[in-house]
């Protein structure tokens, strides 16, 4: 009879666990990121403070060509765009704890970036440039040039890689508007930040019109929009991605500021 009764609860208790396994899987799978999105009503973009992709105006709003874009992607789902500033080099752990939905921040499509986030095709090309005095800046026209400088770089981002690849003397700061910063203060020798935010901020008619772009180019990439691993976002920013395209809007509003150039076809 003991046999029997073990038998009969060890079948029991079997069934509660397949039974629970089941019911966690569906839970853990049921919802796609679009539903949860709109389910809260808010789409959660992690950025930087950076021009001309997302920065603030004179009120205090977040504009700027992925700030614009964003907000375009978020109407089209029925919800509303919400910026939070994010430390850069934390942007995988953000996303994964939900704290964002979306990394969208003229952010490199590099391989540490693609295997640990579902991103978009690429949107816009870019480059990493080395940002000095103008006084210098026609001076130097190769990497090798600038292995004597003392840089400043934005944590985890595509300047900092290019650094260390290049050997330079490096020191790691929270935004690539910092590391401008750090130029201007004569902190550093020199920055590394990407070709578009050099395009915007340093130069005759900028607020760092003592600084300026070298024609050294350490990398060529793209941009892309992350979205977490396996999530329905990413395709649907795709498919906004080549509306926008198509109707003109992509266009109009790269030209606000200053990026039409870069813009690749959907």
């Keep these: 009879m003991k046999k029997i009764i073990a038998g009969v609860l060890a079948a029991v208790c079997m069934l509660s666990l397949t039974a629970c396994g089941s019911a ?17 009503g808010t789409l959660i973009v992690g950025i930087t ?24 992607v978020a109407d089209s789902l029925g919800v509303k765009a919400e910026f939070v ?42 480059a990493q440039v080395i940002v000095t005095s ?21 944590a985890g981002s595509a300047g900092e890689a290019a650094a260390a690849d290049n050997g330079f003397d490096y020191t790691s700061v929270t935004t690539q508007a910092d590391a401008v910063m750090e130029v201007a203060a ?27 772009c070298t024609s050294v180019e350490l990398t060529v990439e793209e941009y ?9 976002l990413a395709a649907y920013i795709n498919d906004q991605f080549k509306s926008l395209y198509n109707d003109g809007t992509m266009m109009d509003i790269a030209e606000t500021y200053g990026v039409q150039y870069a813009i690749l076809t959907q």
């Design 24 to 40: 966690s899987g569906a839970g853990a799978g049921s919802e796609s990121d679009l539903d949860y999105i709109k389910g809260k």
């Design 49 to 72: 403070d950076f021009e001309p992709m997302d920065y603030k105006d004179a009120s205090g709003n977040w504009i700027g060509f992925d700030a614009d874009m964003a907000v375009k």
């Design 85 to 126: 500033e994010i430390d850069w080099d934390n942007k995988i752990l953000e996303l994964d704890n939900k704290s964002i939905d979306v990394v969208w921040n003229g952010m490199t499509l590099t391989n540490e970036v693609r295997n640990s986030m579902e991103c978009t095709n690429p949107y816009l090309n870019n």
């Design 134 to 154: 103008a006084a210098a800046a026609d001076s130097i026209t190769d990497p090798a040039q600038a292995k004597s400088l003392s840089f400043a770089v934005e």
């Design 186 to 212: 004569g902190t550093s020798d020199a920055c590394i930040i990407d070709l578009l935010m050099a395009g915007a901020m340093v130069g005759e008619g900028t607020s760092y019109s003592d600084l300026a």
């Design 224 to 232: 892309g929009v992350g979205c977490r691993k396996g999530s329905d």
